[in-house]
């Protein structure tokens, strides 16, 4: 297949990373010659890589159209479909990797085409002869370590992560992996030092400042949470959810008065949002307003009866009042409806219940100790031995 001086100067721009002359270059060849193979090839492997699946798949079906066999055009496209959920495809990407010629995509493409049907011990040698086929290759050290995370080897997932970090050099989402492996391993300042990693190389991605902020809540660090939420409002002033952000690090902080400010302003922009309202409500409850906190709690709850962080919250209000474990269960004994697994939703029950049904509020916090939160656990372990023997 004779490949054209434009297909061929375009894949050289598109190895430097110049997508955008890359893709003129190949357009300009398909204008001369509408059946150029390479340049349809090449346009369709940078759609790929620019995430232009519609794009992408037009050029492979005008492909196909020419070379009915193509095996890398048959192979994306039995990806891209077996990401949409066609398990059957994994039989055309199976066989197209199998073949005596098969390329790097071939093989890669039904790595990925495992992976995105959670078949990770299957994708982990298929990924790894795509390694051997291009060895160092980023993207394809970033997937097998999604395949090896997903098989809970998770040593030899954050080498993967690390290995593909160091070959990219510019890419975030080999840092953010491991970054979460890291915490799935229990070493949070770790995953704190790879975020910040991560942000130096994408400093304008909010979700890896989220991320960093979230995981600075876990650590007890309120302080870098509060910075990391003035940078995400800074480059977003009118992102509802970054105001959110910077409200609760204020509110982690103790900084109750900033809290109470900061997130009333993210309430405005999201009125009904009940993340808010119930972030705002434990604000007021601190500073000694349980009335307005119940209203809050209430008003999430009438949005949407299925908002269980409400639910057990305005439960709780309840039971630190006299004479309130009546307006808890009621509110419990909805919210269990909705979410019968919930281990706050036993505990509180179970609280609830201790001073007028002992069976039922052993048999709550029994429920509740199954949870994988040790605080949870360990007052369910204090209720049941309070409840005494049956």
Same mark, same amino acid.
């Given at each position: 297949?004779?490949?054209?001086?434009?297909?061929?100067?375009?894949?050289?721009?598109?190895?430097?990373?110049?997508?955008?002359?890359?893709?003129?270059?190949?357009?300009?060849?398909?204008?001369?010659?509408?059946?150029?193979?390479?340049?349809?090839?090449?346009?369709?492997?940078?759609?790929?890589?620019?995430?232009?699946?519609?794009?992408?798949?037009?050029?492979?079906?005008?492909?196909?159209?020419?070379?009915?066999?193509?095996?890398?055009?048959?192979?994306?496209?039995?990806?891209?479909?077996?990401?949409?959920?066609?398990?059957?495809?994994?039989?055309?990407?199976?066989?197209?990797?199998?073949?005596?010629?098969?390329?790097?995509?071939?093989?890669?493409?039904?790595?990925?085409?495992?992976?995105?049907?959670?078949?990770?011990?299957?994708?982990?040698?298929?990924?790894?002869?795509?390694?051997?086929?291009?060895?160092?290759?980023?993207?394809?050290?970033?997937?097998?370590?999604?395949?090896?995370?997903?098989?809970?080897?998770?040593?030899?997932?954050?080498?993967?992560?690390?290995?593909?970090?160091?070959?990219?050099?510019?890419?975030?989402?080999?840092?953010?992996?491991?970054?979460?492996?890291?915490?799935?391993?229990?070493?949070?300042?770790?995953?704190?030092?790879?975020?910040?990693?991560?942000?130096?190389?994408?400093?304008?991605?909010?979700?890896?400042?989220?991320?960093?902020?979230?995981?600075?809540?876990?650590?007890?660090?309120?302080?870098?949470?509060?910075?990391?939420?003035?940078?995400?409002?800074?480059?977003?002033?009118?992102?509802?959810?970054?105001?959110?952000?910077?409200?609760?690090?204020?509110?982690?902080?103790?900084?109750?008065?900033? $809290?109470?400010?900061? *997130?009333?302003? +993210? %309430?405005?922009?999201? !009125? =009904?949002?009940?993340? @808010?309202?119930?972030? &705002? #409500?434990?604000?007021?409850?601190?500073?000694?307003?349980?009335?307005?906190?119940?209203?809050?709690?209430?008003?999430?709850?009438?949005?949407?009866?299925?908002?269980?962080?409400?639910?057990?919250?305005?439960?709780?209000?309840?039971?630190?009042?006299?004479?309130?474990?009546?307006? $808890?269960?009621?509110? *419990?004994?909805? +919210? %269990?409806?909705?979410? !019968? =697994?919930?281990?706050? @939703?036993?505990?509180? &029950? #179970?609280?609830?219940?201790?001073?007028?049904?002992?069976?039922?509020?052993?048999?709550?916090?029994?429920?509740?100790?199954?949870?994988?939160?040790?605080?949870?656990?360990?007052?369910?372990?204090?209720?049941?031995?309070?409840?005494?023997?049956?």
């Amino acid at each position: 297949m004779a490949v054209s001086k434009q297909a061929t100067t375009a894949a050289r721009l598109m190895k430097q990373g110049l997508l955008k002359d890359a893709a003129l270059e190949f357009e300009r060849a398909l204008k001369q010659d509408p059946k150029d193979a390479a340049a349809m090839l090449g346009l369709a492997r940078l759609r790929l890589a620019q995430h232009d699946e519609p794009a992408a798949r037009a050029m492979l079906q005008r492909l196909v159209e020419q070379h009915p066999t193509h095996p890398e055009a048959l192979s994306h496209l039995a990806r891209l479909d077996a990401e949409k959920g066609d398990a059957r495809q994994l039989a055309v990407l199976e066989a197209l990797a199998a073949q005596p010629k098969a390329g790097f995509f071939e093989v890669v493409n039904h790595g990925r085409g495992l992976l995105a049907h959670h078949q990770y011990t299957a994708a982990i040698p298929a990924l790894e002869k795509a390694l051997a086929v291009q060895p160092g290759n980023p993207q394809t050290l970033t997937y097998l370590g999604m395949a090896l995370q997903g098989d809970k080897q998770l040593d030899r997932a954050l080498k993967r992560y690390q290995e593909a970090a160091e070959a990219s050099r510019t890419e975030h989402l080999p840092l953010l992996l491991a970054a979460r492996v890291q915490v799935l391993q229990g070493h949070v300042g770790a995953a704190l030092t790879t975020l910040q990693q991560a942000i130096l190389r994408s400093p304008r991605e909010p979700s890896l400042i989220r991320e960093f902020a979230s995981l600075c809540f876990f650590a007890g660090a309120p302080e870098p949470a509060i910075k990391a939420a003035i940078d995400l409002r800074m480059q977003q002033p009118d992102n509802a959810d970054a105001i959110y952000l910077h409200g609760l690090a204020s509110f982690v902080a103790g900084k109750n008065e900033d $809290a109470d400010r900061i *997130l009333r302003e +993210a %309430l405005a922009k999201v !009125p =009904d949002n009940a993340a @808010v309202r119930i972030a &705002l #409500a434990k604000v007021r409850r601190r500073l000694g307003d349980d009335a307005e906190a119940q209203k809050l709690l209430e008003a999430a709850i009438a949005a949407d009866p299925s908002e269980v962080g409400a639910a057990n919250d305005l439960a709780v209000l309840h039971l630190s009042r006299p004479g309130g474990a009546t307006a $808890a269960r009621a509110v *419990l004994t909805q +919210a %269990l409806k909705t979410h !019968p =697994d919930d281990v706050g @939703v036993h505990l509180n &029950l #179970a609280l609830a219940l201790a001073d007028t049904d002992k069976a039922q509020a052993r048999t709550h916090a029994t429920k509740a100790q199954a949870s994988t939160d040790k605080h949870i656990r360990e007052q369910a372990d204090r209720l049941i031995a309070a409840l005494g023997a049956k």
